[in-house]
């Protein structure tokens, strides 16, 4: 496997595909999310709570 940084956007955020990739990840972990409280809502995890986290 290649790694490869990311240089961050100017505006601090994450770029959309890897917020996108973020998102995927994290509503496929439902269960854990749901036992550990990260988000309010483990059905509905959206890339505009994904980027607000701090669970990661």
Do not use: K, Q, W
Request: aromatic residues 8%; proline residues 12%.
């Amino acid at each position: 496997m290649i790694v490869e940084p990311l240089a961050a956007p100017a505006d601090g955020g994450l770029p959309e595909p890897l917020l996108a990739e973020l998102t995927a990840l994290y509503a496929a972990n439902r269960d854990f999310f749901a036992l550990s409280g990260d988000f309010p809502d483990p059905d509905d995890i959206r890339p505009t709570r994904t980027h607000g986290s701090d669970c990661c």
